[in-house]
């Protein structure tokens, strides 16, 4: 009889410490900073050192601990940014061929987090720029975005976004480690630096020639009208009225390592 109240009292000492041990776990991963992670995250690969850990972190958090972390429109703005730019990085530096085929490589299902595989695609217009339709030119929304978009996507986009999403081409803006708390500041100086360096303003036609991005989603930026005010507004052109935008060929080549701090 005593063997066998000793036996009982050691396994439900074995299963008591079992349970302690995945509640402190749990307890743990609660407590992850992702902001703090997406930079490390860019950190590192500057660096050239392992990203595998946070990678591991990133897959096996659950929606609803990354939703809760992310409580704020910074804080998901900068973490989703981040992590996009650091997955353009991990993957194409392993495997560049991918960039061959560019349509499929943006699409392709690479990204494992929360538990659930992603594309390049679905974070940049489902969760960056909150359900768009990827061919709407930014005036069509997605009617039916799926659980994982709905609950981690951010709740006010921003048009800055579209000048710090780095997608591996040359005449894509660069990657900068974006922090939260001064988000809205690193988001105008990026702004303002790439639309500097990539549009070329002619007075005597009054015509701007200016990047592709802005064609390509032309209504997060307010249409013509609002792309003109933001070039006004960086000082790229004197005055809205009559001027007229051209928009330059995109350079696609690849072109990573890219890097800049704001």
Same mark, same amino acid.
């Given at each position: ?81 981040? #992590? ?38 679905? #974070? ?139």
């Amino acid at each position: 009889m005593k063997l066998k109240i000793s036996f009982l009292v050691t396994m439900l000492a074995i299963l008591f410490l079992a349970k302690t041990e995945v509640q402190a776990q749990v307890d743990t991963n609660s407590e992850t900073d992702f902001n703090e992670l997406s930079e490390t995250f860019l950190k590192r690969i500057i660096d050239k050192k392992d990203t595998q850990n946070l990678q591991d972190i990133l897959a096996n958090t659950s929606i609803s601990e990354l939703d809760n972390a992310l409580d704020t429109n910074d804080k998901r703005l900068a973490f989703w940014l981040n #992590i996009y730019n650091a997955y353009i990085q991990v993957i194409l530096q392993k495997n560049p061929e991918l960039y061959d085929e560019r349509s499929s490589f943006f699409k392709l299902e690479q990204i494992k987090i929360a538990g659930e595989m992603v594309s390049f695609a679905k #974070i940049e217009h489902g969760i960056i720029r909150k359900s768009q339709w990827e061919y709407g030119l930014g005036y069509i929304r997605k009617w039916f975005p799926g659980k994982f978009e709905r609950k981690l996507r951010v709740n006010k986009p921003v048009f800055n976004v579209h000048f710090a999403l780095n997608c591996g081409a040359k005449d894509c803006p660069p990657v900068a480690i974006y922090e939260w708390e001064r988000l809205q500041e690193q988001l105008q100086k990026g702004t303002k630096r790439l639309l500097e360096k990539t549009s070329e303003y002619n007075s005597e036609l009054n015509v701007v020639k200016v990047t592709s991005i802005f064609s390509w989603f032309r209504g997060d930026f307010g249409g013509k009208g609002g792309i003109k005010k933001i070039l006004k507004e960086n000082e790229i052109i004197p005055s809205t009225k009559g001027v007229k935008a051209e928009y330059t060929n995109y350079d696609w080549t690849l072109y990573l390592d890219n890097f800049i701090e704001l």
